[in-house]
């Protein structure tokens, strides 16, 4: 299933970025476990106070670890570059697309918006300029969809991406049945491929998206309503969005925590706080990682996404203490815990429990009640 907006590749540049696909694929499932037996092998023992970053420290040694790292950090340059080439031959006819979309839910712009500190010049994943371009037209959010699509292998929903989003639902369905929200806010949502199903489930809400990137919110906001799905799509600070108190009953994020930082996750929970009613739901959805509990060699890898793939906040929000933060917050009857991906809109299908299941079949969650 795809959808209008998405940039289309032609034979060249699908099968560039196939190749992409394959060779990431190849450097996780074939030189990877052969990294993984050189960091055990430099493993300090039992202990040892920073295991981790002792042993990445050491693998800079080895030249076998530096040619896979510096291999898989170009092959992430290569797949956005693949994926700019797609867009930027298609982007006259997507601002057009955008123009044109069904007259759906709203965009609001912030000339005066200042970007967090730390999203600012920062390449998430490497993609070039990241989240919070303020570039014209639609192009960064189509290079985010496209690039995507292909940076999780299509098992995030395929090139709907929507995984996240229906991953949200089914925790909601495991968690809260009785939820009816009147209006919702996703905080976050990039080129809102989560906010849709989610909207969709709850067709008389009132839906509402924030991010902090201009072109991102343009090609959100066309996506979803050629979608014929009806966003208020707002140019927002997660920490402080500037919505009246108690103006929502679902307040969620799917994957934002980790682009942000410790002190960020904090005040993120507060608002939240803030802006749900009295029997309002807040649901954070993030990696299917808990710091603590990875191998020595999985904590390596993260050291490795902060170094060679921009991703500062990674351990911070694998290590951050939900529970605490949203009890600090003033939440109550807090759930934390892994949700089982949803595949297929089966929600049913979908459990919440203690442990995960692995990455893309299983999403942490952290979620809450406000009383």
């Given at each position: 299933?795809?959808?209008?907006?998405?940039?289309q590749?032609?034979?060249?540049?699908q099968?560039?970025?196939l190749?992409?696909?394959d060779?990431k694929?190849?450097?996780?499932?074939?030189v990877?476990p052969?990294?993984?037996?050189?960091a055990e092998?430099?493993?300090?023992?039992?202990?040892?106070?920073a295991?981790a970053e002792h042993?990445y420290?050491a693998?800079?040694?080895v030249?076998a670890?530096?040619?896979?790292a510096?291999?898989?950090r170009a092959?992430q340059e290569?797949?956005?570059?693949?994926?700019?080439?797609t867009?930027e031959?298609?982007?006259p006819?997507?601002d057009g697309?955008?123009q044109a979309?069904p007259?759906l839910g709203?965009?609001?712009?912030d000339?005066?918006?200042?970007?967090?500190?730390?999203?600012?010049?920062?390449h998430?994943?490497?993609?070039?300029?990241?989240y919070?371009?303020?570039?014209d037209?639609?192009?960064?959010?189509?290079v985010?969809?496209r690039?995507?699509a292909v940076?999780?292998?299509?098992?995030?929903?395929?090139f709907m991406?929507?995984?996240r989003?229906q991953?949200?639902?089914?925790h909601l369905?495991?968690?809260?049945?009785d939820l009816?929200?009147?209006r919702?806010l996703?905080?976050?949502?990039g080129i809102g491929?989560?906010?849709?199903p989610?909207?969709?489930?709850?067709?008389?809400a009132?839906s509402?998206?924030?991010?902090?990137?201009?072109?991102m919110l343009?090609?959100a906001?066309?996506?979803?309503?050629h979608?014929g799905?009806?966003v208020?799509?707002?140019?927002?600070?997660a920490?402080?969005t500037?919505f009246?108190?108690?103006s929502?009953?679902?307040?969620?994020?799917?994957a934002?925590?980790?682009e942000?930082?410790?002190?960020?996750?904090?005040?993120i929970?507060?608002?939240?706080h803030?802006l749900?009613?009295?029997g309002?739901?807040?649901v954070?959805l993030?990696?299917?990682?808990r710091?603590a509990?990875?191998?020595l060699w999985?904590?390596?890898?993260?050291?490795v996404?902060?170094d060679?793939n921009n991703?500062?906040a990674?351990?911070?929000?694998?290590s951050?203490?939900?529970?605490?933060?949203?009890?600090?917050?003033?939440?109550?009857d807090?759930?934390?815990?892994?949700q089982?991906a949803?595949?297929?809109?089966d929600l049913?299908?979908?459990?919440?429990g203690p442990e995960?299941k692995?990455?893309?079949?299983s999403w942490?969650?952290?979620?809450?009640?406000?009383?």
């Open positions: 299933m795809t959808h209008p907006m998405l940039a590749a032609n034979h060249d540049e099968a560039e970025q190749f992409v696909r060779l694929q190849y450097l996780t499932a074939e990877e052969l990294q993984r037996g050189i092998a430099l493993d300090p023992g039992p202990g040892h106070n295991r042993v420290a693998l800079h040694h030249p670890f530096r040619s896979w510096g291999v898989r092959s290569l797949l956005w570059q693949s994926v700019w080439d867009v031959r298609q982007a006819s997507l697309l955008a979309a007259a709203s965009l609001s712009l000339p005066h918006f200042t970007v967090p500190d730390y999203l600012e010049d920062a998430v994943h490497l993609m070039p300029g990241g919070s371009l303020d570039a037209g639609v192009r960064q959010g189509a985010m969809d690039g995507g940076y999780m292998l299509g098992r995030n929903g395929g991406n929507d995984g989003g991953t949200v639902l089914g369905a495991a968690c809260y049945p009816v929200p009147a919702l996703e905080l976050g949502c491929a989560s906010i849709v989610v909207a969709r489930a709850f067709p008389d009132e509402v998206a924030i991010d902090v990137g201009s072109s343009r090609y906001h066309a996506r979803a309503a979608l799905v009806a208020d799509f707002v140019q927002a600070d920490e402080a500037g009246a108190d108690e929502f009953d679902l307040v969620f994020s799917a934002l925590l980790h942000t930082s410790a002190e960020a996750i904090t005040r929970m507060a608002e939240c803030r749900l009613r009295k309002g739901v807040v954070h993030e990696v299917p990682s710091y509990q990875l191998d999985t904590q390596v890898r993260a050291e996404e902060h060679y991703e500062p990674w351990r911070a929000a694998t951050a203490d939900y529970a605490a933060l949203l009890t600090a917050a003033g939440f109550v807090c759930r934390i815990g892994f089982d949803v595949r297929n809109g049913a299908a979908s459990h919440f995960s692995g990455t893309f079949l942490f969650v952290a979620s809450a009640r406000k009383v």
